[in-house]
DNA sequence: CGCTATTACATGCAAACGCATACAACTCTG
DNA sequence: CAGAGTTGTATGCGTTTGCATGTAATAGCG
């Protein structure tokens, strides 16, 4: 082995969080509550419901998310045709956009939301106990938290 | 709170994990091993190097990947007019294809894979301990093989 | 056996994506 | 305070994706 022992455990824990990641999501795309509208607009729904102020710039949307710029500008497009997204000039920046929620928006962010919650524990409630559960939250925010601090 | 306690762990720990794996991939996607080929088909790459025969049914594969059947299967199309994987009929199933790393593709994976490992351990090496790493490893496991054994 | 149901993969087509780039507003420097 | 550089978002365009469906092979059942 001409590896670094360190390296095997940042490695092999990657691999393991990835592979089940993948797999929770491929059954939760699965479910009723994102046959209407996507997973990935849930996401922005969702990142937009727990945002401060209600309403975040584009770009700051975009740093929790996997797509790119332009996609969550043409997302955003669509999600406001829905009706579910208000866009806004920024007062303090006019290059800026402002994205908020709609009444109609957060009304269907909930509705789904409460669905989800049921779903995930459905899905998962009984793979680990709620002190491994607990742990798994903590080293999951642990690493991310490190990463977005670099 | 009209919610279970339960339930607040399993979703708490899904939630978590989820943006850990949004926030570990974005940065992964900007790593320069993945300029000549996509995340996604590396992906795919290294799971053919990984399987048991070293050979996969197309379906296999799709199993453990997040896009769909249609899209893999022009996925490998692409892949072998590149050279780096080749189709062969399933002689116990011919409505089956069975998918295998060329000596290219094996090459290809295994060149990016060593740089990939470098990379994860530059990103995340230094986020946790030895421990806490195999901790997650662990929990992430039996996370997966609860719902694969569903 | 024969007939239907199911499984495995491929393909037509519209929607969504990413990259490169354009454009406009802000910032910073001399 | 002008002019270059940077930042925030939108758009053109080729590529990739997913959904619905087609086709061929197997399985299951009477």
Same mark, same amino acid.
């Given at each position: ?6 390296? @095997?455990?940042?490695? /092999? ?7 089940? +990641? ?5 059954? %939760? +795309? ?25 309403? &975040?710039?584009? &770009?700051? !949307?975009?740093? $929790?998310? !996997?797509?790119? @710029? ?11 045709? #829905? ?10 920046? @006019?290059?800026? =956009? ?5 009444? #109609?928006?957060? *009304? =269907?962010? #909930? &509705?789904?939301?409460?669905? $989800? =919650? #049921?779903? %995930? $524990? ?8 709620? *002190? *491994?559960? /607990?742990?798994?939250?903590? !080293? ?5 938290? $490190? %990463? *977005?601090?670099?």
């Amino acid at each position: 082995m001409h590896r670094p022992a360190s390296m @095997q455990f940042s490695n /092999a824990a990657w691999e393991a969080l990835f592979r089940a +990641q993948v797999t929770v999501m491929r059954e %939760i +795309q699965k479910l009723p509550e994102f046959k209407e509208i996507g997973i990935r607009e849930y996401d922005v729904l969702f990142n937009l419901s727990r945002c401060p102020a209600s309403s &975040s710039r584009l &770009s700051d !949307l975009n740093a $929790h998310l !996997l797509i790119s @710029q332009p996609s969550l500008s043409r997302m955003a497009e669509r999600l406001e045709a #829905k009706g579910l997204v208000s866009r806004a000039p920024d007062p303090t920046d @006019q290059r800026a =956009v402002l994205f908020s929620l709609t009444a #109609k928006g957060a *009304e =269907v962010q #909930k &509705s789904i939301g409460r669905e $989800h =919650v #049921k779903g %995930i $524990h459905a899905l998962i409630g009984s793979a680990l106990s709620a *002190e *491994e559960f /607990a742990t798994l939250r903590e !080293l999951s925010t642990k690493l991310r938290t $490190h %990463i *977005e601090s670099r």
